[in-house]
């Protein structure tokens, strides 16, 4: 039962160094999402996709990049890592649920990755 | 837009005490879907149960229960009979409509309450 797999755990980042989160699934769930918590703060939604080529900015996408090339795959790409993207990252999966409206389908989380930009 | 409200930072219960945690919302859309999410010091974030705008009866997923009450737009989460593994931080999170608007898809959350059960 792998579910949302997120590779690093942990990292820590140099100011202006690159780098990108990887997010996998295996549950061919449409939509997938990338979210970043602060510390004491909920989640909120950097990207998200509804299928493989089709991506669209959340509320905090500055800094950030993403791509969908295959149905289990949504990488987070960091350019130029700043001391504000300190955070942790969350990814997540969803199914599509009913397409004429509100889907019951809760989101599947990773366990997070832990980023520190120095 | 859609909003989440938990009033509640921080909150001390007994053992075996149940428990309200609140969560207020608003939104425009017509139909729309409430969940709670447990997070664990660990840090991972566990569904809990979901509520449907248009479900009439409220939810319950074992000793989790949700109060809807959808003229106040509340979705508040009682758990019963609270154990030391009950403490965390818990989230409430909105999804909207989906219909041919696939933004209403992503989850908006809340700030989240702590939870500390005490023995």
């Known amino acids: 039962n792998a579910g949302v797999t997120q590779t690093p755990k942990f990292r820590i980042l140099k100011i202006g160094q690159s780098m990108t989160l990887q997010c996998a699934q295996d549950?061919?769930?449409?939509?997938m999402y990338w979210y970043r918590q602060d510390p004491g703060m909920g989640l909120k939604l950097i990207y998200y996709?509804?299928?493989?080529?089709?991506?669209d900015k959340g509320e905090v996408p500055n800094g950030y990049n993403v791509s969908r090339s295959t149905t289990e795959d949504f990488p987070l790409r960091l350019e130029l890592a700043a001391p504000s993207q300190t955070s942790v990252y969350f990814c997540?999966?969803?199914?599509?649920?009913?397409?004429?409206?509100?889907?019951?389908?809760?989101?599947?989380f990773g366990d997070g990755t832990r980023l520190s930009i120095l | 837009a859609q909003k989440i409200t938990q009033t509640q930072p921080g909150m001390f219960v007994q053992e075996k005490e149940a428990v309200t945690l609140d969560c207020t919302y608003d939104?425009?859309?017509?139909?729309?879907?409430l969940f709670w999410y447990k997070q664990p010091s660990s840090g991972e974030m566990i569904f809990l149960i979901y509520?449907?705008?248009?479900?009439?009866q409220n939810a319950t997923e074992g000793r989790y229960s949700l109060n809807f009450q959808k003229a106040r737009k509340s979705a508040n989460l009682v758990i019963s009979a609270s154990q030391l593994g009950d403490s965390a931080m818990y989230f409430c999170?909105?999804?909207?409509?989906?219909?041919?608007?696939?933004?209403?898809?992503?989850?908006?959350f809340g700030t989240g309450t702590r939870l500390t059960i005490i023995p």
């Open positions: 549950m061919n769930h449409n939509y």
């Open positions: 939104t425009s859309d017509q139909s729309y879907g």
């Open positions: 509520q449907g705008s248009y479900d009439e």
């Open positions: 999170a909105m999804r909207g409509s989906v219909g041919s608007n696939f933004g209403n898809e992503k989850l908006t």
């Open positions: 997540a999966s969803s199914s599509t649920g009913s397409p004429l409206g509100y889907s019951n389908q809760p989101q599947h």
């Open positions: 996709s509804v299928g493989a080529g089709i991506t």
